[in-house]
């Protein structure tokens, strides 16, 4: 079975600062990696996947995340926090022997300080 | 853009009583999805359509049913509400199935069960 581990519920960093979030996974065949944000009061939208191909994969808003096979990991990263990026941030896993149907972390609230 | 609309957002139901969530999309896709999202938990799904005319359990189906009326309308029933169904429950669609497109979410629906 799929799984996604998201290191830190909480990360607190300042503006202009790097934001570093960790994510893990686990899945039996070559998977589909996908980071959603999550703003307060609001359903989530997606900020960047990984299905096939590049795996440096850039998204909206400045960032971008690596897939890295043998680290099974998905981490996701901006070079410089604004106070707009305080959010929550999901990382997801789905590959096609689950179906239709995505596999959620635990998600990690960010915190960006002046 | 009405993109993927849920009612109520609010509601507070007592232990044993009923009620029904609904949600409805614009944008012509086949698949919905409802999951539900609690503290450090992330989202679970709960149910899934990855058509009109067919529904599927998801990870925490116990306690729910739902409802594929047609291809817009996808709506999640809890017949006897229990306390641990206190959550915040997000319906979401997708034009192709999740494990390549993108979920579009709506904004939540927060029950409250005492």
């Known amino acids: 079975a799929q799984s996604v581990t998201q290191l830190g519920s909480h990360v607190s960093v300042s503006e202009g600062a790097l934001v570093l979030l960790r994510c893990n996974y686990s899945s039996s065949v070559p998977p589909y990696l996908f980071w959603y944000v999550q703003y307060p009061n609001q359903g989530l939208q997606l900020l960047l996947k990984?299905?096939?191909?590049?795996?440096l994969v850039k998204g909206i808003n400045g960032f971008e995340a690596e897939f890295k096979k043998s680290e099974t990991s998905f981490h996701l990263t901006k070079p410089s926090a604004h106070m707009s990026d305080a959010a929550e941030y999901f990382c997801?896993?789905?590959?096609?022997?689950?179906?239709?149907?995505?596999?959620f972390g635990g998600g990690t609230r960010v915190l960006v300080k002046p | 853009n009405a993109g993927v609309t849920q009612t109520p957002k609010f509601q507070v139901l007592k232990t044993g009583q009923s009620m029904t969530l609904q949600c409805a999309q614009d944008m012509n896709h086949n698949s919905m999805y409802w999951y539900r999202q609690d503290p450090g938990m992330g989202l679970r799904l709960i149910y899934y359509?990855?058509?009109?005319?067919?529904?599927d359990k998801g990870e925490v189906p116990n306690g729910y049913n739902v409802s594929r009326l047609n291809k817009r309308e996808f709506s999640l029933r809890l017949e006897s509400a229990a306390p641990s169904q206190t959550s915040v429950y997000f319906c979401?669609?997708?034009?192709?199935?999740?494990?390549?497109?993108?979920?579009?979410f709506g904004e939540g629906s927060r029950l409250t069960v005492l």
């Open positions: 359509s990855a058509s009109e005319g067919t529904t």
């Open positions: 990984y299905t096939t191909g590049a795996t």
């Open positions: 979401a669609s997708s034009l192709e199935g999740a494990v390549a497109g993108e979920l579009f």
């Open positions: 997801a896993v789905s590959d096609r022997a689950a179906g239709n149907k995505l596999t």
